[in-house]
């Protein structure tokens, strides 16, 4: 158990829905990132967000979003779902300081489908 | 740009012996490289990392790594498999240069299947 949590572990929804994938870092860290896992594209970093702040972002679509809220849990929104957009969703935090060397620790992932 | 490539994305090795995944990184800094091992519906958990204390990186779960600059090689290997270390395992840089912060940035993945 490495101390993220991700709700829901599954979501299977339609084409042109929005849902909210939820994410609580390890007690302590303030740093967390979003990656998405698919066949096609493998595993991709989405964004970053330090102590409420984004700090990076990578190949997110403009249809998605994500926030971290006081509380350091994190929201990843996406919306207009297209079946492409399928796959497994992770949330992952590392410890203060930002140091690229940090250790990041992988919640188990929310498995979307869109059918 | 960083980038990480794994040579071959299935690697089927018999109980007892050696395993061998290959991981070459393309870097214009000095890299942070990473091994994750992903086992089925799980997240990822972090194996070892390259600091650039040492060339020779010990992991957990009798996994090691040599990081050869020459070779722009980060090699992960293990003298006996186990069953148990069926998964599949990520090579991954830290992408901090120009201003990005340290997300990783992953290779496509090698299945390991480990026959009794």
């Known amino acids: 158990d490495s101390g993220v949590t991700q709700t829901p572990k599954h979501l299977i929804t339609a084409t042109g829905q929005r849902v909210t994938l939820r994410c609580s870092p390890r007690s302590g860290d303030l740093s967390v990132y979003w990656y998405q896992q698919s066949l096609d594209q493998g595993l991709q970093f989405l964004i970053q967000?330090?102590?409420?702040?984004?700090?990076a972002k990578g190949n997110i679509l403009e249809r998605f979003s994500a926030q971290q809220f006081p509380d350091l849990h994190s929201e990843l929104n996406l919306s207009s779902l297209e079946l492409g957009d399928s796959a497994l969703y992770f949330c992952?935090?590392?410890?203060?300081?930002?140091?690229?060397?940090?250790?990041?620790?992988f919640g188990p992932g929310t498995r979307l489908t869109v059918l | 740009a960083q980038s990480v490539t794994q040579l071959g994305s299935h690697v089927s090795v018999s109980e007892g012996a050696l395993v061998l995944l290959r991981c070459n990184y393309s870097?214009?800094?000095?890299?942070?490289l990473f091994w994750y091992v992903q086992y089925p519906n799980q997240g990822l958990q972090l194996l070892l990392k390259?600091?650039?204390?040492?060339?020779l990186v010990k992991g957990i779960n009798g996994f090691e790594a040599e990081f050869k600059k020459s070779e722009t090689s980060f090699h992960l290997t293990k003298p006996s498999a186990h069953m148990s270390d069926a998964a599949e395992y990520f090579c991954?840089?830290?992408?901090?240069?120009?201003?990005?912060?340290?997300?990783?940035?992953f290779g496509k993945g090698t299945k390991l299947s480990v026959k009794p």
């Open positions: 991954a840089v830290s992408d901090h240069y120009g201003g990005s912060q340290g997300n990783l940035i």
């Open positions: 992952a935090s590392s410890p203060p300081g930002g140091d690229p060397l940090d250790t990041q620790y």
């Open positions: 390259y600091t650039s204390a040492a060339t």
């Open positions: 870097s214009s800094v000095p890299p942070y």
């Open positions: 967000y330090y102590n409420g702040e984004e700090r």
